[in-house]
């Protein structure tokens, strides 16, 4: 997979990366206050996260052998990506808890 075809390259600079990702997010918000469980929220995400993936990279490859040929370092890629994402995501829950997360004590009510 060249740098060219990246169909996953983002920048912290990249306003458009980070509308998309609220708009995701305050999607699954909605759905979590419709009584979904949020971790069927979660796997949802993630099943329609690769299957993106995979089909932006499938429509990124000139044919089907390039497309064979990528698929471990897509991966890979892929893999990686996520395992940075998600460590940057914990360690800044875990900074900001308190800011995050309400406790039932905190807000005068029961629940999430």
């Known amino acids: 997979m060249s740098k060219k075809n990246d169909p996953i390259s983002q920048n912290d600079n990249d306003e458009q990366f980070w509308d998309l990702t609220d708009q995701f997010i305050g999607l699954a918000n909605q759905l979590g206050q ?5 971790g069927k929220i979660g796997a949802a995400m ?6 993106f993936n995979v089909f932006a990279v499938a429509v990124s490859s000139v044919d089907k052998e390039q497309y064979a040929q990528d698929m471990d370092e897509v991966m890979e890629y892929l893999t990686k990506q996520f395992r940075h994402m ?3 995501n914990l360690r ?5 808890y308190k800011t995050y997360i309400q406790t039932a004590d905190e807000t ?4 999430n």
């Open 108 to 111: 005068g009510t029961a629940g």
């Open 46 to 51: 993630l099943y329609a996260a690769s299957r």
């Open 34 to 38: 419709d009584e979904v469980d949020l």
């Open 86 to 88: 998600l460590g940057g």
């Open 92 to 96: 800044d829950f875990r900074d900001n």
